[in-house]
């Protein structure tokens, strides 16, 4: 679910201090995207799930990653499927607990 490896190369450069602060931010901006694609999934999904796909990989949460990725693929083979947002959500909150907890 964590790529404990890139946690602690981001600890490493940044210190623990602005890892935190990047933490915050990176977990304020998924739930601003996940709210924003629940509230208009059929305008914004490439976009936002884009957006978490890479900043989840970046901060290493991999599995939330997978999960953007795979529902792009899925999307791009049906567009006028139902966004299954759900997933992501429940991967996203799992790993911010894990990492936090």
Do not use: Y
């Not at 083979?77 to 909150?93: E, V």
Request: glycine share 6%; charged share 30%; proline share 3%.
């Amino acid at each position: 679910m964590i790529n404990w490896d890139r946690i602690a190369e981001l600890t490493s450069e940044l210190g623990e201090d602005d890892f935190g602060e990047v933490i915050a931010l990176f977990c304020d901006e998924v739930d601003e995207a996940l709210n924003d694609l629940a509230a208009d999934p059929v305008t914004q999904a490439r976009e936002k799930l884009h957006f978490i796909k890479g900043s989840a990989l970046n901060i290493g949460f991999d599995a939330v990653s997978s999960l953007c990725a795979g529902e792009e693929a899925r999307l791009a083979a049906d567009p006028l499927g139902d966004l299954r947002i759900t997933p992501i959500r429940d991967a996203f909150h799992e790993a911010r607990l894990e990492l936090l907890g």
